[in-house]
């Protein structure tokens, strides 16, 4: 059915084309003009010079060309004016991926795929910006993956996964002050910093928090020095479920991010929808702290986190190495983590390391690959290997 | 499982396939972030911002390569934002975010411009050159504050001969300024139509008083005398007081003559005299500026009449204005 959507939307705007718009402008070709230039006919000889300087041939010409090319990073491959006014500040891309992945105690590979578009638009008028509209949303199959979300009914299954699909009123304080609703990603540690949504690149979010978008609401801004982001969700994540009341608080305040150093620190409260546990809840708190630096073609990224599950005392930390070429189409990073918990009374740890790398092919493909390894794994469990590979194509 | 082993040699193999030798990356848009930070600190005044997102296309390189000092190789198709900024309901100025290739990296420079396309100032938004603080504590910084493309043009061939920027932060400071020149370029030509709205209200105000309200209207193709040089008409405005009277029209034209390239604004009163002509960005030279500022307070209405390139202009803006 997806594809059958997928497929007819590209049929309809490939037969309706981007229009060149309505003809505002007439030019007035050369014909009069010798006897009728008294004020302005004679050539100088610096009007010659200036001819020259806006048309002739530019000097400087023959640097290298190539290390002044930067492509639109957020590319929009559908043609969108032919929408007229609704493709004011829109962005829309269809957004495809497939997922690969060996783990070397099932010897046996799981397979995912996504399907979906990412939508963009800023609302605007004459005095100003008052909202951002952002959906995302994928058809979601995965074949033998093991484990798999909870919202899938088992290793092989549909869902309709709905990733950041939210309305952000910013009318209020010109972007310092905005309020949030729909479906929102938690804004707690390391996430808040970059983008991991359909990537194997992640900061451990989900597993850490049990949970990494929901739907809710959220105040949110960006000040001189300071970014902020304060949620308050229904906390069954992908789809909304009240059964058993839960809700969770989050949020996270961090300094700027256009500074070399970022600090944050973020917090978590709640109970989190489970369909199989009694009460059909499960409780989480965190205090998480962030800090990262970015220089040169090196970044280091890290967070630290405290907290409860149920009556289990956890702590998790991670460190990220990531190295970028400087196209910056490329990045290899080493990740660190530690998983920590008390099972009254014996603490369990699980140490991982993650290899990987991201390379946009071009300002379409994306093709990504990571290796999992267990160093130890908790109470005895098999230190295991998992290699994934990631290919994305977005247009 | 079999099913799934014969697929993985066909995506490798397709994926060989497709592996081009271009530079990009396709990120999610939630990963889009509007200059907040920057915006408030460039316009310290200002309260609030308008986006104005733009296609940029293979004809917009055709226009930036003949305007700048340098080979370039661009291939920033795409949508790409303006930021207009407000204070007090009134544009303090735009912003315009680039980002270029340096040798750490990306370098996303943020740059303040006023209406006329001169600099008010840059921030980075990211730059992991270690030089970067070092050249934002010296005088360049302050240096390119008013400068225009020309002036920018200018100072580049000067910091590229080896002149006023220290040896290792030299690099940097002619990655800022091809950025700024890209900049003015790009935003001059994929916002033409937006600028030039920004642009007539204040030049409304400036003529008619400062309580006028000005409204776009959309120009029809209408047959114009042949005037023998490029003339293009490229927006119209009534221009009304506070009571909805028409007091005034503005039209604005590009002009392409032997010493005198660029926009015009035409302000005619209600009883069709030209009250101000003005030039874009500044007259380019003082025989300019006195062949179009001596048809201010007239009215031309024959052709037959006209002596010199400005008096045929003023005739077709005339003639423009009067027509239904």
Redesign the interface.
């Known amino acids: 059915m997806v594809i059958v959507l997928i497929a007819l939307s590209i049929f309809v705007l490939s037969a309706f084309p981007a229009d060149s718009g309505v003809v505002n402008s007439i030019s007035v070709q050369p014909r009069l003009v010798t006897n009728l230039l008294p004020s302005l006919q004679e050539t100088a000889a610096d009007e010659s010079l200036i001819q020259d300087v806006l048309t002739g041939s530019p000097p400087g010409a023959g640097q290298p060309e190539q290390e002044w090319t930067v492509y639109d990073p957020f590319p929009s491959g559908i043609p969108l004016d032919w929408l007229g006014p609704v493709s004011d500040n829109l962005r829309f891309a269809i957004d495809l991926s497939g997922r690969f992945e060996w783990n070397s105690q099932r010897r046996e590979w799981g397979i995912s795929q996504f399907y979906g578009f990412d939508l963009f638009k800023v609302f605007s008028g004459k005095e100003g910006d008052w909202g951002t509209l952002l959906l995302q949303g994928f058809a979601t199959r995965i074949n033998n993956v093991q484990p798999h979300p909870w919202f899938f009914d088992g290793p092989t299954d549909w869902e309709f996964v709905y990733r950041i699909f939210n309305f952000n009123y910013t009318g209020l304080a010109g972007g310092r002050f905005n309020i949030k609703v729909g479906h929102f990603e938690m804004p707690f540690g390391l996430e808040m910093l970059i983008d991991t949504n359909g990537t194997l690149r992640n900061v451990d979010l989900a597993r850490n928090l049990g949970i990494k978008a929901d739907w809710g609401v959220t105040v949110n801004g960006v000040l001189e020095h300071v970014e902020y982001e304060i949620g308050l969700g229904r906390g069954s994540g992908n789809e909304w479920h009240a059964s058993g009341s839960p809700y969770e608080f989050v949020g996270r305040i961090g300094t700027s991010r256009s500074e070399p150093w970022v600090f944050g620190v973020s917090g978590f409260y709640g109970d989190l929808y489970r369909p199989n546990v009694p009460g059909n809840t499960i409780h989480r708190r965190r205090l998480g702290f962030d800090v990262s630096w970015f220089g040169a073609p090196v970044d280091i990224m890290s967070q630290i986190s405290f907290g409860l599950d149920g009556e289990d005392t956890v702590v998790n930390s991670l460190i990220e190495l990531g190295w970028r070429p400087a196209s910056e189409t490329t990045l290899f990073y080493l990740q660190l983590r530690q998983d920590s918990r008390q099972f009254d009374p014996e603490w369990s740890t699980q140490i991982q390391t993650r290899l990987g790398f991201q390379w946009a092919v071009d300002n379409h493909w994306v093709l990504s690959g990571e290796w999992v390894q267990n160093l130890t794994n908790y109470q005895s469990l098999p230190a295991d290997t998992t290699f994934r590979m990631q290919i994305r194509y977005r247009f | ?1 079999n099913g ?2 014969r697929l ?1 040699p066909i ?1 490798v193999a397709f ?1 060989m396939c ?3 030798p ?11 972030r ?1 200059p ?6 460039l316009f310290p005044q ?8 733009a ?2 296309g293979p004809e917009h390189r055709e226009n930036l390569s ?16 303006l930021y207009e900024v ?1 204070q007090s ?1 009134r544009t303090a100025g735009i912003i315009h975010v ?9 370098v996303e420079i943020c740059w303040a411009l006023d209406l006329n396309m001169k600099v008010l100032g840059f921030q ?3 730059c ?1 050159d ?1 030089q970067a603080s070092k050249l934002m504590e010296g005088p360049f910084p302050q240096k390119l504050k008013g400068m225009g493309f020309d002036q920018l043009k200018q100072e580049l ?1 000067l910091v ?1 001969s080896g002149g006023e920027v220290p040896a290792d932060q030299r690099a940097l400071a002619i990655t800022i300024l ?1 950025s700024g020149l ?1 900049t003015i370029a790009l935003t001059e030509d994929v916002w033409r139509d937006e600028l030039s709205e920004m642009r007539a209200r204040p030049f409304a105000e400036s003529v008619f008083g400062s309580e006028v309200v000005s409204e776009s209207s ?5 047959p ?1 005398p ?10 119209e405005w009534a221009v009304r007081n506070k009571s909805g009277d028409s007091i005034g029209t503005l039209i604005l034209t590009s002009i392409d ?5 660029g926009d015009l604004w035409w302000a005619i009163d209600s009883e069709r005299r030209l009250k101000r002509i003005d030039c874009q960005g500044g007259w ?1 030279d003082e ?2 500026m006195t ?1 179009f500022k001596q048809l201010e307070s007239r009215r031309i209405s024959d052709f037959s009449d ?5 008096e ?1 202009a003023a005739e ?1 803006v005339l003639e423009q204005q009067e027509s239904p």
């Open positions: 499982m799934i082993q993985i995506v994926f497709v592996v081009l271009e530079q990009a990356s396709a990120q999610a848009y939630c990963a889009l509007d907040v930070r920057e915006v408030y600190q200002g309260d609030r911002y308008r986006t104005l997102t296609t940029v003949q305007q700048l000092p340098f080979t370039i190789h661009f291939n920033e198709f795409g949508r790409h934002s407000f309901g680039r980002s270029e290739r340096g040798r750490w990296g990306l980075f938004q990211r992991r270690p061939s590229e091809k890209k959309e120009l029809q193709p209408i114009v042949e005037v023998g040089f490029k003339l293009e008409f490229k927006g003559l032997a010493g005198l390239k380019p025989r300019s062949a006209c002596a010199t390139a400005a045929l077709a």
